[in-house]
T-cell receptor, first 113, second 116 residues
Framework: SQQGEEDPQALSIQEGENATMNCSYKTSINNLQWYRQNSGRGLVHLILIRSNEREKHSGRLRVTLDTSKKSSSLLITASRAADTASYFCATAFYGGSQGNLIFGKGTKLSVKP | NAGVTQTPKFQVLKTGQSMTLQCAQDMNHNSMYWYRQDPGMGLRLIYYSASEGTTDKGEVPNGYNVSRLNKREFSLRLESAAPSQTSVYFC???????????????FGEGSWLTVV
């Protein structure tokens, strides 16, 4: 499978703490994206990082990409109860026959107030 | 601006029945997708349409058919529903396929399908 694999599968933290989620993938990619899914809802795009970028920020989100290790991390700083959701990485890889994004299985984040 | 709209939201089918999930997007996107999401399996691509007039199989196409009716609409049909097709189905769209940064995907809110 070309899927990204998120780690950990589940994460529980207190409000105000930082949350870090990791994603590993198998083949060379062009870009990697992170999505968020609230319970019972569709996925929402958070951030895209290209293969020639190493770090990207968006508000309280920080994404890093290490293409040599084929891994990415998503850091949510100063977490809030409203950040409780599942987070998915998705990879667009070179030579993919489908030309689309391949999603991992997600990290379920629980932020306790 | 509704984004991606899919219907119905919930459906219960008996084994062997057929049904069509409807999807429409108002973002003038070229590419559209149908995914299914099962516990512990993440999202799996059923079919996609790179552009109006084309459709292609994804990872799990068996038991499904699709129609790209026009640029806005992409429907998913279950011809003879099976319990294994119990899942949450998501329609989605993107400006384009590929790796040029225009492949950010916008999702509908999901359709919960139960086959008994």
């Amino acid at each position: 499978s070309q899927q990204g694999e998120e780690d950990p599968q589940a994460l529980s933290i207190q409000e105000g703490e930082n949350a870090t989620m990791n994603c590993s993938y198998k083949t060379s990619i062009n870009n990697l994206q992170w999505y968020r899914q609230n319970s019972g809802r569709g996925l929402v795009h958070l951030i895209l990082i290209r293969s020639n970028e190493r770090e990207k920020h968006s508000g309280r989100l920080r994404v890093t990409l290490d293409t040599s290790k084929k891994s990415s991390s998503l850091l949510i700083t100063a977490s809030r109860a409203a950040d409780t959701a599942s987070y998915f990485c998705a990879t667009a890889f070179y030579g993919g026959s489908q030309g689309n994004l391949i999603f991992g299985k997600g990290t379920k984040l629980s932020v306790k107030p | 601006n509704a984004g991606v709209t899919q219907t119905p939201k919930f459906q219960v089918l008996k084994t062997g029945q057929s049904m069509t999930l409807q999807c429409a997007q108002d973002m003038n996107h070229n590419s559209m997708y149908w995914y299914r999401q099962d516990p512990g399996m993440g999202l799996r691509l059923i079919y996609y349409s790179a552009s109006e007039g084309t459709t292609d199989k994804g990872e799990v196409p068996n038991g499904y058919n699709v129609s790209r009716l026009n640029k806005r609409e992409f429907s998913l049909r279950l011809e003879s529903a099976a319990p294994s097709q119990t899942s949450v189905y998501f329609c989605a769209s993107s400006e384009a396929l590929g790796d040029r940064g225009r492949n950010t995907i916008y999702f509908g809110e999901g359709s919960w399908l139960t086959v008994v």
